[in-house]
């Protein structure tokens, strides 16, 4: 199933809701020139975007190399103008990427075989800037979901695009490395009074409450202090804090 909404003007997220979870991309529209923030989950998806960005260039952005974020890029009418990640993002399509969609294809036969992985061939390191006319996108470097994962934040609106870096009920870590930096990350954008809405691909986007949400999970995850939650954990997000709490004690990785 997929669902358009838009935000406010100029700003649009699809929603792709498939068996296990829902994951979402965001259009961001300038005077000049338009944003997707993720390409989803197959070729299908986002044509659903092509009313709301009408015929101006686009950039595709991507926040990170997982699956749910980048299949959909073979399934534009027209070409974007390019296609940018982070530098580990190019990296990733080299390593696991490809042995991702191996894996699924293997599992579901048939259900995957239109998908064309196609990386990223405009990469930077620490920040990069998108002047989309009239509102800018800027870019930042921000490993801990994965070693690749970006920021976006739009100044003029207070928006800041997540990716997996923020997420409800909580976010998915998978190296106790980076735990430390990504919540002191989180904490910076958190503390600036200037953001007003947090979208996460994941989650909510109520508001800055994916955001808040995951820097009060990490700080109480890397303080070994307990964790509650508003409502029962459903099976992917009950297993998904487990995992954590084991990644975050350092130990007991176990082999299930
Ligand atoms: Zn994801």
Redesign the pocket.
């Known amino acids: 199933m997929r669902q358009i909404l838009e935000l406010q003007p100029n700003l649009h997220v699809l929603e792709v809701t498939q068996p296990e979870?829902t994951?979402r991309s965001v259009a961001v529209i300038g005077e000049r020139y338009a944003v997707l923030w993720d390409t989803l989950t197959g070729a299908g998806d986002m044509a659903a975007f092509e009313p709301a960005i009408g015929t101006k260039p686009f950039h595709v952005v991507y926040s990170?190399a997982?699956w749910?974020?980048v299949w959909g890029t073979n399934g534009f009418s027209r070409p974007p103008l390019d296609i940018i990640g982070h530098k580990a993002c190019l990296r990733r399509f080299d390593e696991d990427v490809a042995m991702t969609l191996c894996d699924m294809q293997l599992a579901e036969p048939g259900k995957w075989d239109d998908i064309e992985l196609i990386p990223p061939n405009l990469v930077f390191s620490s920040r990069m800037s998108l002047d989309l006319g009239g509102i800018t996108l800027e870019l930042h470097h921000l490993p801990g979901?994965s070693p690749d994962c970006i920021v976006g934040w739009i100044p003029q609106w207070g928006v800041l695009l997540g990716?997996?870096a923020i997420?409800t009920p909580l976010p998915?870590a998978h190296d106790p490395g980076f735990l430390a930096d990504w919540l002191d990350s989180l904490e910076t954008w958190a503390n600036n009074g200037d953001v007003k809405r947090a979208i996460s691909?994941?989650g909510s986007i109520k508001g800055r409450e994916s955001l808040d949400s995951t820097v009060d999970y990490l700080r109480r995850l890397i303080a070994g202090d307990d964790i509650e939650f508003e409502s029962e954990l459903d099976d992917f997000y009950r297993g998904a804090h487990q995992k954590n709490l084991e990644l975050a004690r350092g130990g007991d990785q176990g082999d299930d």
Request: charged share 30%; net charge negative; aromatic share 8%.
């Open positions: 979870f994951v990170h997982d749910d974020h979901h990716g997996d997420e998915v691909a994941h």
